[in-house]
């Protein structure tokens, strides 16, 4: 375990001088070297000419005290968000050449707040998936243990965090995408409001349900980012018509600010160290004087399957495009229509991406809609309803995986075994309310993450108690490796 | 044998400006192949769809034209089929099912049967704003074609879908009913219905004692009254021989003037149909309301009311309603104090007639002089100071080749000088002269011709001339009287 610089610290210390943001770019560079070919973090990498070029141009800036909020800070950006400057493969085989014609939005935001784009993260096949196993790319590594998986889908976001690959990265989360990679790699990741940050360019998994978020080694830093990225969009209709965030200067929370409460059903189905080193958390805020209460969200049973029923309709129906035709494939040939548009597709898709397209089709379809989407968006109103009324009251603390990282391949056998990582993440994504996830601890040398949920816009609520729980765990810029 | 006919119309608003969710032309015939596109309209990943207000807006006049119970909220639904021209491989569309609520749920427009002069009423099962999809172009034939080419610059351009109820009685009410529709769609400013492909028509179509038949691909008006007529034929001449008509799609071939059975099986369609999460409900606000309404004032039933109150005679006053430009000027001249019968055969009758002679379009508002000059030419009428024939013979010609031009500058010269034109005809037609003088009657009349041309393009009116020259002819008979 070592410490790493956080985004904050980097700029603080470009712009008094104490740090020449090339020669951090070059440490990083060396740190990609050194790791990368264990991890498999990045699809793509920016070639390192080019980001010294770019690490010039911001000593330039800060030289003419003309430093945009995040000038020369290195930012990995997760392969499903588009980049006109990079591919943008979704981790798909079908993909695998696609060059974007333009930037997402959020993409715009970082350049335009002077960010260095590093390179595009791995992650599980059009963000299906909590190991980023499923990557037409190859496994992602978790840094802090190799044998083990960093979570999914943003594993690559999260796990060049964790070895210092780079300063701040962009995660998007379905339904738990950021969080349960955050939780596994010890960084902090934010799922924001529905809404506050724009989908403008996300490759689409469950539209209703995601949201692009923050990634950092610290609350801070997750808040200075999703400060950057935030606010309304023109191009995006689910976008909130607000102003940027205002997180970025916010005071830890003091006890009596706010109460937290935990529901039952999302912390008895967690493993012995996940419970213990969570617990232990909330036991620790208690005797700092925060009132930590017992409550109750039954609709939880029911999240999960909800979630994905209307997760996988949504993604059988985005994933119609790909046929073969704008997205082009040379291992098919020409021939009827029909049967280049199979073969397209079965050659461009992995075989989890088939299988949720599949469900997906069959949840939407004559006769079992009722029975499946129907019903799902029904349960999704009452788990909504349920937790926004909790998070009137409280901050509604949980673990953020009900178990430690599991090793590579144990999971995915079994999609039932597989799906049930995602059990106390999703709620969020139902309700869409903001969900911080941070580490809480570590067992047996492996992180373990704990949520925190609010109202919607509670973003500034949540990052106020991350600051305090990071003074409390001290595991601010913690990073894999020896220091 | 009597039949039961529903139409389904397909109307682009090609006036909208935009596409329905870019900012791509509306108007795309006059680009090249995929140049008229961007990421939203090609349906790249990540693009979204944002509502464009004035589709939206047009939309809902129509829906209020046709007397439209309309929903509080407007929810866009996704309908799946692969098709190479469909980039997404869904069309955004609206379903009255699954949650979907189109821009109008029910109700009705009445139309004028020009053959019996009643206005006929037909209800409206729903109206749906869809995006269109692009253009494929086969080699030759569909069948035999080896490969395909796409363009979309049509793909997402606004499409209207009007569902009727099958309350149409014949071919000559369908062919009528779509005129007044497109009309009533030309008022309100959505569409011009004179571009190529502007408008499709799919008929559903029984006779008694049969199933119902699917004509689909009907492009004209008048091919809607052809096919219509060639399909119940069919229809009556089977049931006639004793069979049944079985219920299938069939194709209009217009070339040939004949329905045909696809020829390939339709299969059980199966549409995946559910709300597109990128797109919330649109609000139908008071305001959008008050736009759409007031967007929808102009109607041709209300316009014709308004012209036979002024007193004229059905078939010109349909004449003029018929053509919307007509109907404005004719309208604004009778404010500007033009008398009403004498604008009416202007407008409605000669001025029409004479763009039409120049197979120029009459719907076109450039073809049509100011209102104001009108309403000159009307005064020049009532005061006598011209005939109408001089103004009809010597003045709409020259004003439908330039229709900016003054009045002044068209206004024929008046022959001032009636009496020597007398004198001269006389003096040529020393024949005429005898044999009128000799009983003949008829006589009169070559001679009024003689003056009038003898008047070279000078306006005359030819009653006057007859009076001159009675009045000459009568003074050379009295000294043969006293001889």
């Known amino acids: 375990m070592r410490k790493l610089k956080t985004a904050y610290e980097l700029v603080e210390a470009y712009r008094n001088g104490s740090l020449d943001p090339v020669e951090h770019a070059w440490r990083v560079i060396e740190e990609i070297g050194r790791w990368e070919g264990r991890v498999n973090a990045y699809i793509t990498l920016e070639a390192p000419e080019a980001i010294i070029i770019q690490a010039e141009e911001a000593r330039e800036r800060y030289r003419r005290g003309e430093h945009r909020p995040l000038e020369g800070v290195l930012v990995a950006v997760k392969d499903n968000i588009s980049t006109s400057f990079m591919p943008t493969t979704a981790a798909s085989r079908m993909l695998e050449k696609y060059i974007p014609p333009f930037n997402a939005t959020v993409v715009e935001r970082l350049v335009r707040a002077g960010a260095i784009v590093v390179g595009k993260t791995n992650m599980d096949e059009f963000a299906m998936g909590s190991t980023s196993e499923f990557s037409a790319f190859g496994p992602v590594r978790n840094p802090w243990d190799l044998e083990r998986v960093p979570g999914g889908s943003s594993g690559g976001s999260a796990a060049c965090l964790a070895y210092g690959g780079c300063d701040l990265s962009l995660g998007s989360d379905t339904g738990g995408s950021i969080r349960l990679p955050a939780a596994y790699t010890a960084t902090v990741g934010i799922k924001p409001t529905y809404g506050l940050v724009s989908r403008y360019g996300l490759i689409p998994y469950g539209n209703s349900l995601e949201q692009i978020g923050p990634m950092a080694r610290s609350v801070k830093d997750a808040a200075l980012l999703l400060e950057v990225i935030g606010g309304w969009d023109p191009r995006d209709s689910t976008s909130l018509r607000i102003d940027p965030p205002k997180l970025s200067n916010l005071e830890p929370l003091e006890p009596g600010e706010a109460s937290l409460c935990v529901p039952r059903e999302m912390v008895e189905g967690s493993e012995e160290p996940v419970a213990k080193v969570f617990w232990n958390l909330m036991g620790k805020l208690e005797s700092e004087g925060f009132e930590v209460l017992e409550a109750s969200l039954p609709e939880v049973s029911k999240a999960l399957p909800a979630y994905y029923i209307i997760a996988l309709a949504e993604a059988a129906s985005n994933l119609a495009r790909y046929d073969g035709g704008l997205y082009p494939r040379e291992d098919v040939e020409a021939g009827d229509y029909w049967r280049h548009v199979a073969e397209a597709r079965a050659r461009g898709f992995g075989w989890e991406v088939k299988k949720r397209i599949v469900l997906g089709s069959y949840a939407l379809s004559e006769g079992y809609r009722d029975e499946y989407y129907i019903a799902a968006t029904k349960v999704r109103r009452l788990v909504r309803d349920a937790v926004l009324r909790l998070a009137r009251k409280c901050i509604i603390a949980s673990p953020a995986a009900p178990i430690l990282p599991p090793r590579l391949g144990e999971r995915i056998t079994d999609p039932l075994l597989l799906y049930a990582m995602d059990v106390y993440t999703v709620v969020a994504n139902l309700a869409g309310v903001p969900a911080l996830a941070m580490p809480a601890g570590f067992s047996q040398g492996l992180p373990v993450g704990v949520q925190f949920m609010a109202y919607r816009l509670g973003e500034d609520l949540l990052v106020r108690l991350g600051l305090t729980v990071e003074e409390m765990t001290g595991l601010r810029g913690v990073a894999a490796g020896e220091g | ?309 002024l007193g004229v005679k059905r078939e010109i006053a349909w004449s003029i309603v018929s053509s919307p430009p007509a109907a404005d000027r004719f309208l604004e001249a009778v404010r500007l104090g033009g008398d009403p019968q004498v604008l009416a055969r202007m407008v409605g009758v000669d001025y029409k007639g004479e763009l039409r002679e120049r197979g120029l379009d009459p719907n076109d508002p450039s073809r049509w002089p100011p209102a104001k000059t009108l309403t000159e030419l009307a005064k020049l009428v009532s005061t006598g100071e011209y005939t109408y024939d001089s103004i009809k013979g010597l003045v709409l010609p020259r004003l439908a080749e330039n229709p900016g031009v003054e009045v002044k500058a068209v206004l024929p010269e008046k022959v001032s000088d009636i009496d020597s034109l007398v004198e001269e005809v006389l003096k040529r037609e020393v024949k005429a002269v005898r044999d009128y003088l000799s009983g003949k009657k008829k006589a009169l009349n070559y001679l009024v011709g003689a003056v009038m041309r003898a008047a070279r393009g000078r306006a005359l009116d030819p009653r006057e001339a007859r009076k001159r020259l009675m009045e000459r002819l009568e003074s050379m008979k009295e000294p043969q009287g006293e001889g």
């Open chain 2, 1 to 309: 044998m009597k039949a039961k006919i529903g139409l389904e119309i397909h109307v682009q608003l090609s006036e909208a400006g935009s596409k329905l969710f870019c900012d791509c032309d509306s108007e795309y015939r006059k680009y090249p192949p995929n140049r008229n596109v961007c990421p939203v309209c090609l349906g790249l990943p990540g693009a979204l769809p944002v509502p464009s207000k004035r589709a939206l807006t047009l939309a809902l006049a129509a829906a209020k034209a046709f007397n439209c119970k309309i929903p509080e909220r407007i929810v866009f639904t996704r309908k799946h089929y692969f098709y190479p021209d469909l980039p997404k491989n869904y069309q955004i569309t609206q379903f009255e099912k699954v949650g979907g609520a189109p821009v109008c749920l029910g109700g009705y427009v009445e139309f004028l049967n020009t053959d019996t002069w009643e206005w006929v009423r037909v209800g409206i099962r729903r109206v749906n704003l869809e995006e269109d999809p692009g253009r494929t172009y086969y080699e030759g034939d569909i069948l035999t074609s080896r490969y395909a080419l796409v363009d979309f610059n049509r793909s997402g351009v606004p499409l209207l879908e009007i569902v009727t109820e099958p309350d149409v009685r014949s071919p000559r009410e369908a062919r009528l009913l779509v005129e007044y529709i497109l009309l009533t769609l030309e008022y309100i400013g959505a569409t011009n219905p004179r571009l190529e492909g502007v408008f499709r028509v799919d008929a559903n179509v029984s006779v008694e004692g049969g199933e119902r038949v699917e004509v689909k691909n009907i492009g004209s008006t008048l091919d809607v009254e052809k096919a219509l007529k060639y399909e119940i034929g069919r229809q009556t001449m089977i049931v006639e021989r004793g069979g049944k008509v079985e219920r299938e799609t069939r194709h209009w071939d217009a070339a040939r003037g004949v329905t045909k059975p696809l020829r390939y099986k339709e299969e059980e369609a199966e549409y995946l149909y559910f709300p597109d999460p990128d797109l919330p409900p649109v609000r139908v606000t008071e305001d959008l309301l008050a736009e759409a309404s007031k967007t929808a004032s102009r109607s041709p039933k209300a316009i014709f009311e308004t012209v036979r109150k």
